[in-house]
C-alpha cells in the first residue's frame, strides 16, 4: 500500500473533475465561461497543478450532478491534496515539474525504471549520489549540494520503509562499470544493491543488461520509469530525463512505447539470481 500524497490526490480530483466536465458536454471554454473562472486556472486544477477551493469544488459537484458518495470522494481528495508533502521543503531547490515528480513517486505503487549509465536515485548510497548530484552541478555551494542529498535520501524511504514500492530496476551492465565518485564509491554502492535486494526480495528486483546482449529497445536511449499508483482511477506516468530536460509525461502511445521498451530490455537482462552476482562479481573486482 502507497503512503498517501498531496501531489497524487490533486491529480485524481483534477482527472476526475475533467471527466466530469466532458461528461456535462462542456468544452474548457464553455466551463471556465460558465464558473466564471479563467481557462488557465480550470487547466491548472484540471491537470493536478493546483487545487481546487472548497467553495469552487461545491459548485462544480452541484453543476455536475454528482451523487453524495462521488461526491463526497472528491471533497476528501481536496483535503487531502491541501496537504503538505515534506518535498515541499525542498521548493527552493527545485523545479515545480521535479517537485511533482517527487510527490508521484512518494504516492506511487510500483516504479519500473531503465537507466543506461548512472544507479536509479532510489537505490543510490550517499557517497555515490554526492558524487552524481556534485557532477551534474559543478559550480553549486556545498551546502545545496547537501540538501540535495538530504531530500533524495529521503525518497529512499520508499524502498526501505514501512510501505514499500515495488521497483523493478533494469540497468545496463555500464552502470556497474562507470566509475561515478572513484573506485571505493562504486564498490561501496555496488555492494549496497546486493544488500538492498537480498533485504527486500519481495519488493525489488534488480536486473542487469550483459555487454554481451545483442541489443534491445532502450539500448542507447536516456534514463526513464514508469509509476502505477494504488487508485484505479489513474493512469500510468512516465519520468523521462535527458541531458537538458526532464518531463513528466501522460499520453498514452509515449507510455506504451516506453512499457514496451522496459519489457524488452527486461528480456535481454540476466535473471535475477545472475544479475546480483555480476553486480558482485563487479565489486569485487574493484575491491582487488
Request: net charge negative; glycine share 6%; aromatic share 6%.
Amino acid at each position: 500500500m502507497a503512503p498517501s500524497s498531496p501531489t497524487v490526490a490533486a491529480w485524481e480530483l483534477g482527472r476526475r473533475l475533467r471527466e466530469k466536465r466532458d461528461e456535462a458536454g462542456l468544452s474548457a471554454t464553455a466551463a471556465a465561461r460558465k464558473f466564471g473562472i479563467t481557462a488557465a486556472y480550470l487547466s491548472e486544477f484540471e491537470n493536478g497543478k493546483k487545487n481546487v477551493g472548497e467553495e469552487r469544488l461545491a459548485t462544480l459537484v452541484e453543476a455536475y450532478e454528482l451523487d453524495e458518495q462521488e461526491a463526497a470522494e472528491l471533497f476528501r481528495l481536496r483535503n487531502e491534496a491541501g496537504n503538505r508533502g515534506w518535498w515541499s521543503e525542498y521548493s527552493a531547490l527545485f523545479s515545480d515539474e521535479l517537485l511533482r515528480f517527487f510527490g508521484y513517486e512518494h504516492g506511487a505503487e510500483s516504479v519500473r525504471s531503465y537507466d543506461s549509465a548512472i544507479v536509479n536515485g532510489l537505490l543510490q548510497t550517499e557517497n555515490y549520489a554526492r558524487a552524481v548530484i556534485e557532477a551534474g552541478a559543478p559550480n553549486i555551494r556545498l551546502a545545496e549540494v547537501e540538501r540535495r542529498l538530504e531530500c533524495r535520501m529521503r525518497r529512499q524511504h520508499r524502498v526501505t520503509g514501512s510501505e514499500p514500492l515495488h521497483l523493478s530496476s533494469v540497468m545496463s551492465e555500464a552502470v556497474l562499470h562507470q566509475r561515478i565518485g572513484g573506485t571505493d564509491v562504486l564498490a561501496e554502492q555496488l555492494e549496497h544493491l546486493v544488500a538492498l535486494v537480498n533485504a527486500h526480495p519481495d519488493t525489488l528486483d534488480i536486473r542487469v543488461v550483459p555487454f554481451e546482449s545483442t541489443g534491445h529497445d532502450a539500448i542507447g536511449g536516456s534514463p526513464f520509469l514508469l509509476m502505477t499508483f494504488p487508485t484505479g482511477k489513474l493512469p500510468t506516468l512516465l519520468w523521462h530525463e535527458t541531458v537538458t530536460s526532464t518531463q513528466l509525461i501522460t499520453d498514452s502511445l509515449t507510455i506504451r512505447e516506453h512499457s514496451l521498451a522496459h519489457t524488452e530490455a527486461s528480456k535481454a537482462a540476466l535473471n535475477r539470481k545472475d544479475s546480483l552476482d555480476k553486480i558482485a562479481s563487479a565489486s569485487r573486482s574493484l575491491r582487488g
